[in-house]
C-alpha cells in the first residue's frame, strides 16, 4: 500500500480492505507498514476469504526468496489469523460470476477483481494502492463511488 499515490476520496466508517499487498504490510516489516496498519486500525475492515490465501503465498514467496527466515513467517501466518479474526470474511464463491465479468470489462486480474465485487456486494469501499486499477473503476458508472487511494 502506497499512502499518497493519488488524492484520498471520502471515505465512510465501513470500508474495504484492498489487495493482499497491503495486507501483508500488516504482518511484515515493509515500506508503508506504517499507512497500511493505520487503515487497519481506522476502519471496519472486510475482505474476500482470497486474502488469506493471497497472504499466506506472500510469505511464502518472501522465504524462498530469502527475504523472511520459516520461523518469521510461521510467526506472520499465526498474526494473519489473529487479524482474520477482526475482520469481516466473505466467501469469493458468490461472487466469481462478477468478478470474472469486471475482469473480463477491465481487462484485469481476476483475483482484483474479487475484491472489487466484494466490495460492491457489502456497499463499501476498495482501498486499494493501485492506480490503475483505481482510475478504471472510477470511470465505470456503477462502481465510481467504490474506489478509494490511501492517504
Known amino acids: 500500500m502506497r499512502a499518497g499515490q493519488g488524492g484520498p476520496t471520502s471515505i465512510r466508517s465501513r470500508e474495504w480492505r484492498s ?17 497500511a496498519l493505520l487503515v487497519r486500525a481506522d476502519h471496519d475492515i472486510a475482505a474476500p476469504d482470497l486474502l488469506f490465501i493471497e497472504c499466506r503465498n506472500a510469505l511464502l514467496s518472501k522465504v524462498r526468496q530469502q527475504e523472511l527466515q520459516r520461523t518469521e513467517a510461521e510467526e506472520a501466518q499465526r498474526a494473519l489469523e489473529e487479524i482474520g479474526s477482526g475482520i469481516t470474511v466473505l466467501p469469493s464463491l458468490p461472487i466469481l460470476r462478477q468478478a470474472f465479468v469486471m475482469a473480463l470489462d477491465l481487462a484485469e486480474p ?13 456497499d463499501r469501499k476498495l482501498i486499494t494502492a493501485n492506480v490503475r486499477i483505481a482510475a478504471k473503476v472510477a ?8 474506489i478509494a487511494l490511501p492517504t
Not at 19 to 35: H, I, N, Q
Not at 139 to 146: G, H, K, P, V
Open 110 to 122: 481476476i483475483y482484483d477483481c474479487i475484491y472489487l465485487a466484494a466490495a460492491l456486494a457489502t
Open 19 to 35: 489487495r493482499f499487498a497491503g495486507a501483508t504490510k500488516w504482518l511484515v516489516a515493509e515500506e508503508d507498514r506504517k499507512a
Open 139 to 146: 470511470r465505470l458508472r456503477f462502481a465510481q463511488n467504490q
